[in-house]
């Protein structure tokens, strides 16, 4: 069975909306990962917000961001959204109902991970079904004070275990994390 892996930027204070604060901790090591880690997957599973994000960005950003902007570009992208009709970004498929039956669908083809960037309120969804099998969590020496929060209330109470953690350069380290 693939996994379902979400990978978060997030603050020290676990906000991780609008992570503009992570331009200021970037580097050579936190890029590998982030590369090694869509190579792992060949699947997105994105919320309405970040596709839209997303599919107005990375067809435009080819010559820029090379190999990884073509996987971006050329994976299978399954969009949740309720609002939404159509989509448009290059094989982006629309799932409107049915998150567990549809996730569990996708969970049982064959295939690398499926990859959760942003998504906040998916994210929050898919932690109460019971369905996300990884979490990487890339936390920045920051304290944001306010925004929305990964794990928010109301989540159900789930033991993790710690697989990895990774400390990088200028700061910030990514923790993997596994269900169950």
């Known amino acids: 069975m693939?996994?379902?892996v979400v990978?978060?930027?997030m603050t020290v204070d676990g906000v991780m909306e609008n992570p503009q604060w992570t331009f200021a901790y970037g580097s050579e090591e936190q890029e590998k990962f982030k590369f090694e880690e869509l190579k792992a997957s060949d699947a997105l599973l994105l919320g309405r917000v970040t596709y839209e994000g997303f599919a107005a960005a990375w067809p435009n950003m080819l010559e820029q961001t090379g190999e990884y902007g073509?996987?971006?570009?050329?994976?299978?992208k399954y969009v949740i959204s309720a609002t939404l009709t159509e989509?448009?970004?290059?094989?982006?498929?629309?799932i409107k109902d049915n998150?567990?039956?549809?996730?569990m669908k996708l969970k049982l083809q064959p295939g690398k991970d499926i990859l959760v960037f942003g998504s906040c309120t998916l994210v929050q969804s898919l932690i109460s079904l019971g369905l996300v099998d990884e979490y990487r969590l890339m936390v920045f020496p920051v304290l944001a004070g306010s925004g929305k929060r990964l794990f928010g209330e109301g989540l159900p109470e789930q033991g993790l275990r710690l697989v990895e953690t990774r400390r990088f350069f200028l700061g910030g380290c990514c923790s993997q994390l596994r269900a169950g």
């Open 2 to 4: 693939r996994k379902l």
């Open 70 to 76: 073509e996987m971006m570009n050329g994976y299978a």
């Open 7 to 9: 990978s978060e930027f």
């Open 87 to 94: 989509v448009s970004w290059n094989n982006s498929s629309l």
């Open 99 to 103: 998150l567990l039956e549809e996730i």
